[in-house]
């Protein structure tokens, strides 16, 4: 199997952040967010922040953006603004929604979650968050070194949780199904977890997919797309117990952000270019 460029674009303007919710918004180092159609045609922009945003998250028609310029800001997927939800005077550089909360994690530690645009928990896991993913009851967390599991029960207890386990890792990461899949330090290999309490949170595999630094992981069912500082996008199927290769391309540039959406992957790129990559 190998990939191929479905079709792309070109602004002109840094992306650095995506995300995805029946469109692709993407922040650039303006600060802008610029949303796209599925096929890269444009619909609309903003100017959001007065320097780049820092993470980006879309869902139920909102799009969530942070940057230093303070907390969160919600807007429409047309860019009127809606709300600026307070956090914790600490850089927050990741945004995601599950189960219809934001889950946002800053500089200081703190992960905070939002629900209707009220803050409904905050826990402190003492290090930077640097990438989360929330798999009920599991909190995971990662900064440079090691991942943490942490259990959670936001509809139950605001402040209160229980570490469960940790893991040499770091960003990114994500959780499909009953598998966590995180880059370990490094950078440049990714390892599969059982992501479970059953099973200790066991290591399965691990295989190199970069020469340099990962920067992008996206996880979309069975399938996970890697990219980086080696200007390849790699996809790769969660076979079990193991990653086995379903894919390449080199696109001679780094790979700032990445989502994938099935079978095809969104990737913004330094110096301007999006690309929708396709398995063939």
């Not at 995601?96 to 800053?106: I, L």
């Not at 599991?149 to 949780?161: D, H, N, W, Y």
């Not at 980086?228 to 952000?257: F, T």
């Amino acid at each position: 199997m190998s990939l191929k460029v479905e079709t792309e674009t070109n602004i002109n303007s840094e992306p650095c952040v995506a995300a995805w919710n029946n469109k692709l918004y993407v922040g650039t180092d303006d600060g802008s967010i610029k949303s796209f159609n599925a096929d890269l045609t444009p619909a609309a922009s903003w100017t959001a922040h007065t320097v780049q945003p820092f993470a980006l998250a879309a869902h139920n028609d909102n799009v969530y953006s942070s940057s230093n310029d303070g907390g969160i800001r919600v807007w429409s997927a047309d860019g009127e603004k809606i709300i600026e939800l307070r956090t914790a005077d600490a850089d927050v550089g990741v945004l995601h929604v599950f189960d219809e909360g934001v889950y946002a994690g800053d500089e200081s530690g703190n992960v905070i979650v939002f629900k209707n645009n009220d803050e409904i928990a905050r826990y402190n896991v003492l290090e930077e968050v640097k990438d989360l993913w929330y798999s009920s009851p599991f909190l995971f967390t990662v900064r440079d070194l090691d991942v943490t599991v942490t259990e959670i029960q936001p509809g139950e207890s605001k402040t209160r949780f229980i570490t469960r386990h940790t893991m040499e890792g770091t960003a990114p990461l994500r959780v499909a199904g009953s598998r966590l899949l995180v880059m370990a330090r490094g950078a440049n290999v990714l390892r599969l977890y059982d992501a479970t309490a059953e099973a200790r949170f066991k290591q399965l595999h691990e295989v190199k997919v970069s020469d340099m630094i990962v920067t992008s992981l996206s996880v979309h069912g069975e399938y996970a797309f890697t990219g980086g500082w080696d200007g390849y996008i790699r996809r790769w199927k969660i076979a079990g117990d193991q990653l086995e290769p379903a894919g390449e391309l080199y696109l001679d540039v780094c790979i700032n952000a990445i989502v994938g959406t099935g079978n095809c992957a969104y990737a913004v790129l330094t110096g301007g270019r999006i690309v929708c990559v396709k398995a063939v």
